[in-house]
């Protein structure tokens, strides 16, 4: 995520914040609130929620992810994935949790960026998974936004950075 692309990927209210913030306190941001997207995000998919505005699959605009294809519950059902302990819901898009363990940032100058290495990563956020080719939205793409809830936190953790360092 890169500081010049917040506004379509967060909100204008952030943006005006993190350019009137000192550096010390943009670099402080940038850890801060990278180490928890990466902590919320996780999270939020284990509990089956899409961190993205409407990123579920679902149609109207929910963020709850879809649920599994049919032939998939039929082999969760059957005890294909019995060793995973793997159930119907939430659907968390966790079988070995290898994915999600993936999730990674990278700081520098301009921002941060929050991704996952895991090449499955790319089918359910992007391509589709599956036959049916369901995208669960994990992170966000362009015009996208996380959810509000996000991103008040992320405010909330600038303004607690700059109160700190104005005292």
């Known amino acids: ?27 402080k941001w940038k850890l801060e609130a990278s180490r928890y997207l990466m902590g919320e995000i996780v999270r939020l998919i284990q509990s089956g929620q899409s961190p993205v505005k409407g990123g579920g699959g679902q149609s109207g605009g ?8 049919p032939s998939y519950k039929d082999q969760i059902r059957k005890g294909r994935y019995k060793k995973y302990s793997k159930k119907l819901r939430p659907v968390n898009l966790t079988l070995t949790g290898k994915m999600l363990d993936s999730i990674s940032k990278k700081i520098n100058k301009n921002g941060f960026t929050i ?15 599956g036959k049916s080719k369901v ?28 109160k700190s360092e104005t005292k």
Do not use: C, W
């Open 1 to 27: 995520m890169d500081i010049s692309q917040l506004g379509a990927r967060l909100n204008q209210q952030l943006v005006r914040k993190l350019n009137n913030a000192n550096t010390i306190s943009i670099q």
């Open 115 to 129: 991704f996952f290495r895991d090449e499955k990563a790319i089918y359910h956020n992007e391509l589709g998974a």
């Open 62 to 69: 929910k963020s709850r992810f879809q649920d599994y294809s």
């Open 135 to 162: 995208i669960r939205r994990m992170l966000p793409l362009g015009g996208q936004e996380f959810t509000a809830a996000i991103t008040r936190q992320l405010v909330d953790i600038l303004d607690r950075l700059i």
